[in-house]
């Protein structure tokens, strides 16, 4: 953990959090070092690393609920946080960033405005959605449906309209 405080010094107190810690991160990262922990891959391991938290509900005093530690977080820092993996995403996993993304959108209504956007913006980002769900809603024949629906004369207008051809002339919509 320790070796992780320069980086949310960063997301603290840097007036541009993001190309700053990518920066940071960029330089941090040796491949080669075999002791060094900081990667990608731990660094979103500590942010999706289960923490308990107490609350209380006037109800049920003191309950604890499971979160992320990223969830443990003030909003700012989670903003920043996710902000910066949207910046900086082609460096770490798809999966792992939208794994992060979706869990932070389960909570979606109890999040700061600004944590929910920054999440809507890295879920928009990587996640893989291929729309084939779309071809099979037929739309166009619903919209088709409503028109012709919308423009053709009930039965009993039709059928009124045929004995006297002459008793709705300014109708816009022919009866046949």
Not at 27 to 55: D, G, Q, R, W, Y
Not at 129 to 147: A, F, G, Q, T
Request: proline share 6%; with cysteine.
């Amino acid at each position: 953990m320790e070796c992780w405080v320069p980086l949310f010094d960063i997301f603290l107190n840097s007036p541009d959090p993001e190309t700053e810690a990518s920066t940071w991160l960029q330089k941090s990262f040796n491949p080669s070092s075999k002791t060094t922990p900081i990667s990608t891959s731990s660094f979103i391991s500590l942010l999706m690393k289960p923490a308990e938290v107490n609350f209380s509900v006037s109800s049920t005093p003191n309950q604890e609920k499971r979160v992320t530690w990223i969830q443990t977080l003030p909003d700012l820092v989670q903003t920043r946080l996710l902000s910066f993996l949207a910046y900086d995403y082609q460096r770490f996993c798809d999966k792992e960033l939208c794994r992060i993304a979706r869990i932070m959108s389960v909570e979606g209504k109890y999040l700061d405005f600004w944590v929910k956007k920054a999440e809507e913006k890295l879920l928009d980002l990587v996640s893989v959605s291929n729309y084939r769900w779309l071809s099979d809603l037929n739309l166009d024949s619903e919209d088709e449906h409503v028109e012709n629906e919308c423009q053709s004369v009930t039965d009993w207008l039709r059928d009124v309209a045929k004995d006297n051809e002459q008793l709705f002339s300014w109708f816009p919509i022919s009866p046949g």
